[in-house]
C-alpha cells in the first residue's frame, strides 16, 4: 500500500513538473522559434490544394516533429527550417501564400512545378529571405512582373524562375491545360528590368530566365550581366525577347560556360551585329533560331571545350 502510494505521488510530481516547464517554456525562444516555423508551415499546407496528387505533404501533421516532414530540411541548430524542397509535388495554390517569408532562415526554397494559378508573386516579401542561396519556382504557373525582392537576395548562387525550358515547352503547357502556348503572358521584367534585378546578385552562378519577357530591357540585358554577375557559369535566357545584341563584354565572364540565348531577338533590331564570342571556356552554346544576321569568328569553331553548339536558325 506504501509502495503504490509513493508510486502514485511520483507520478503526480513528474505530472506537475511536466506541466510547469511547459508553461515555462512558452517564454523560451527556441521553443517559440519551434512553434511559429510550425504554425508557418501549416499554414502553408493550408494554402494549398491536394487534388492532383492527394498524398502530398501529409506527414505535416500537428503537434509532429516538422523537421521530419516531407520536403522540410533542418539545420543543426534546434529545429531551424533551412530548406524547403516542394518541387514537382503537383501542388496547388491561387498565389503563395505570404506565411512563406516568416521562415526567415530558409537557404534554399524549390517550389517548381506546382502550379499557382497564374497569379503574381507577391510584391513584397522576398527580401525577408536574405539568407537564400537558392531559389527556384521554374515550371510553376506564376505570371507577371518579377518583385524586386528577389534581386536583394544578395546571398543567392542559383536562381531559376524560368518559365519555360528548351526542351519541356510541350511538356509544362501540357500539365496546365493551356491551349496556346503563349509563352510571353508568363512572367516579366519591367520595372524592375533585368539589370535593376541582378545589380545586387553578385554571388550568382546559375540564372535561368527561359520564357521570361525581356523585351524591355532593351540593350542593356547584356552589359548588366555582364557587369553585375561575375561568377555566372549558366545562363539560360531562351524565349525571352531579347532585343538588344549580345555584348562583347560577356566574353569577360570566364566562368561562364553554358549560354543559351535560344529563341529571341527580332531581326530587324540586330542588323548585322559583329559577334565577339571569345567565350573559351563555354561548353556549351546554343543560339538556335535567334535571328542573328551575324559574323561568327572562327574562334568558336576553335573552342576544345565546346561540347554542344547549336546555331540553326541563326
Ligand atoms: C509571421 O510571423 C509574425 C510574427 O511571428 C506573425 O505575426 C505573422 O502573422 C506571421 N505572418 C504570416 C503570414 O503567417
Ligand atoms: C529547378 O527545378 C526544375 C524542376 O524541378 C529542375 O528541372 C531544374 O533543374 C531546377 N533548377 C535548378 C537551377 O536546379
Ligand atoms: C542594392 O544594394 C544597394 C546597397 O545596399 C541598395 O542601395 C540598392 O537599392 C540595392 N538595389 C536593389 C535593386 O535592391
Known amino acids: 500500500m506504501a509502495l503504490i502510494s509513493w508510486v502514485l505521488l511520483l507520478f503526480l510530481a513528474v505530472l506537475s513538473a511536466l506541466a510547469t516547464s511547459g508553461a515555462q517554456d512558452d517564454g523560451n525562444p527556441v521553443l517559440r522559434c519551434h512553434l511559429d516555423q510550425a504554425a508557418t508551415l501549416l499554414q502553408l499546407k493550408k494554402s494549398f490544394s491536394f487534388f492532383r496528387y492527394p498524398i502530398a505533404l501529409v506527414s505535416w501533421q500537428d503537434g509532429t516533429d516538422y523537421c521530419l516532414w516531407e520536403g522540410v530540411i533542418c539545420s543543426n541548430s534546434p529545429g531551424h527550417v533551412t530548406a524547403l524542397e516542394l518541387g514537382g509535388r503537383a501542388l496547388y495554390s491561387l498565389g503563395l501564400d505570404p506565411a512563406i517569408f516568416n521562415l526567415t532562415l530558409l537557404q534554399r526554397l524549390d517550389l517548381s512545378m506546382n502550379y499557382f494559378g497564374q497569379y503574381s508573386l507577391p510584391a513584397n516579401g522576398f527580401e525577408r529571405l536574405s539568407l537564400l542561396t537558392h531559389l527556384n519556382l521554374s515550371k510553376s504557373g506564376f505570371q507577371g512582373q518579377i518583385p524586386i525582392g528577389i534581386g536583394k537576395l544578395a546571398n543567392l548562387i542559383s536562381l531559376d524562375l524560368s518559365v519555360l525550358g528548351y526542351s519541356a515547352l510541350e511538356d509544362s503547357l501540357d500539365g496546365y491545360d493551356n491551349s496556346s502556348p503563349d509563352v510571353t503572358s508568363w512572367l516579366w521584367l519591367q520595372e524592375p528590368n533585368l ?120
Not at 257 to 275: G, K
Request: charged letters at 15%; a negative charge; glycine letters at 4%.
Open 195 to 314: 539589370e535593376n534585378l541582378v545589380g545586387n546578385l553578385t554571388n550568382l552562378k546559375e540564372l535561368y530566365l527561359d520564357g521570361v519577357d525581356m523585351s524591355s530591357s532593351a540593350n542593356d540585358w547584356c552589359d548588366a550581366l555582364a557587369k553585375f554577375l561575375p561568377n555566372l557559369r549558366i545562363l539560360s535566357l531562351s524565349y525571352c525577347n531579347l532585343v538588344g545584341p549580345i555584348c562583347p563584354s560577356l566574353s569577360a565572364l570566364h566562368s561562364l560556360t553554358v549560354i543559351n540565348l535560344h529563341d529571341n531577338f527580332d531581326t530587324s533590331a540586330t542588323p548585322h551585329q559583329a559577334l565577339f564570342m571569345d567565350f573559351l571556356h563555354s561548353s556549351v552554346l546554343q543560339l538556335a533560331w535567334s535571328n542573328l544576321q551575324a559574323w561568327f569568328p572562327c574562334r568558336i569553331f576553335r573552342l576544345n571545350t565546346l561540347r554542344g553548339l547549336d546555331l540553326s536558325g541563326t
